[in-house]
């Protein structure tokens, strides 16, 4: 019988479809969330019975090291697949211990596991906003980043220094992927695709930030999906090859890489809705970036990446779907 594989944050957004995904290949998965308040669990629940319901999920913390290394030995996991973190730029601004709880406790306590117990691939999720100040669009995995505009994007450019060093000394096959503007169905609450549909829907006000003059490259999470999963079955780094990043360590952007204007992402869901939007213009928020743009080639090379969903295609269906989850005034 082949072993499990691991995904934390099996609850969240991401979590959860690669959840589904996995089991629709006939993989057998051990979901692992701490199902917290930073938006409401029963969202994070409902979910889950939407999209993977048969797969068994420990509510467990990943700063809980003894409960970790219990749930490790159970099911001696082949890959492990670590999208478990806390998230959001704003609010690590107000609960900068949250991050290194979760993000870099966390992040050891998940590394020191796969290291002792064997486990042959550990794909773990970075983020697009490691580019902070650094970024020159479009951002490649070659530039720059030891400027970061939050505790959030500091925590996970930490977390691709500490994969690096746990795949040149132990080597620790590891792959980070370095995420732009997911959406979808079930996504974030938090997020402006979800905080603007539900609002346009309801008929209220939306606060558009730097007066609206932002681009964002938004992803779509079959898109994203398609992308952990490749980067899950690229072969692995030869030993000792590309010693400057650490071995076998390999990092990736995935995203959209077509930048959409912030006026125009409205419009796709005025359109959507049938109703316009009822727009307050306010100054760019601290730890905020202007614009975001993955060069997704490294990607594409090593296995195959590339998106297929526009804007126009996909965020009508997170407007369906809001309208359906959360009622007609969202």
Same mark, same amino acid.
């Given at each position: ?15 959860? #479809? ?6 629709? +290949? ?11 308040? #930073? #938006?409401?669990? *029963? ?10 319901? %048969? ?23 082949? !890959? $492990? ?8 730029? !704003?609010?690590?601004? %107000? ?16 590394? %020191? ?16 906003? $490691? ?11 070659? *530039?720059?980043?030891? +400027?970061? +505009? ?19 000394? #132990? ?7 370095? =995420? ?23 008929? !209220? ?8 003059? &932002?681009? !964002? ?10 992308? $952990? ?54 100054? &760019? *928020? ?18 195959? =990446? ?5 804007? %126009?295609?996909? &965020?009508? *269906? ?13």
């Amino acid at each position: 019988m082949t072993a499990p594989y691991l995904v934390t944050g099996a609850a969240g957004f991401i979590g959860a #479809y690669t959840c589904r995904a996995l089991r629709a +290949r006939g993989i057998d998965v051990v979901g692992l969330d701490n199902f917290n308040d #930073y #938006y409401d669990p *029963q969202l994070k629940r409902d979910r889950v019975a939407a999209l993977c319901p %048969e797969v068994e999920i420990a509510e467990l913390d990943l700063t809980d090291r003894d409960g970790l290394a219990a749930l490790f030995d159970k099911h001696r996991f082949q !890959r $492990v697949i670590h999208l478990a973190a806390q998230a959001g730029v !704003r609010y690590s601004l %107000e609960n900068p211990h949250a991050y290194v709880d979760s993000n870099l406790i966390g992040f050891v306590n998940v590394l %020191e596991l796969c290291r002792h117990r064997g486990v042959e691939h550990l794909v773990y999720a970075s983020s697009s906003s $490691v580019y902070g100040d650094s970024a020159v669009p479009p951002f490649s995995e070659a *530039q720059r980043i030891d +400027r970061p +505009r939050s505790l959030y994007a500091a925590t996970k450019a930490a977390n691709e220094l500490m994969a690096h060093t746990y795949a040149h000394l #132990y080597g620790l096959r590891a792959t980070g992927l370095r =995420f732009f503007t997911v959406y979808g169905p079930w996504g974030r609450p938090d997020m402006a695709p979800l905080l603007f549909s539900r609002a346009v829907l309801g008929g !209220r006000p939306i606060q558009v930030f730097n007066h609206g003059k &932002m681009r !964002r490259d938004f992803t779509f999470i079959d898109d994203i999906v398609a992308g $952990v999963l490749g980067a899950m079955d690229a072969a692995p780094a030869p030993a000792g090859a590309d010693a400057a990043e650490g071995g076998p360590h390999r990092v990736y952007n995935l995203g959209n890489h077509t930048p959409v204007e912030l006026e125009h992402f409205i419009a796709v869901i005025e359109e959507a809705a049938g109703r316009p939007a009822e727009k307050v213009y306010k100054p &760019m *928020q601290p730890g905020d970036m202007v614009e975001t743009m993955a060069d997704t080639a490294r990607a594409q090379a090593d296995f195959g =990446f590339e998106p297929t969903t526009p804007i %126009e295609a996909g &965020m009508p *269906q997170v407007v369906r779907w809001c309208a359906g989850y959360f009622g007609d005034h969202a």
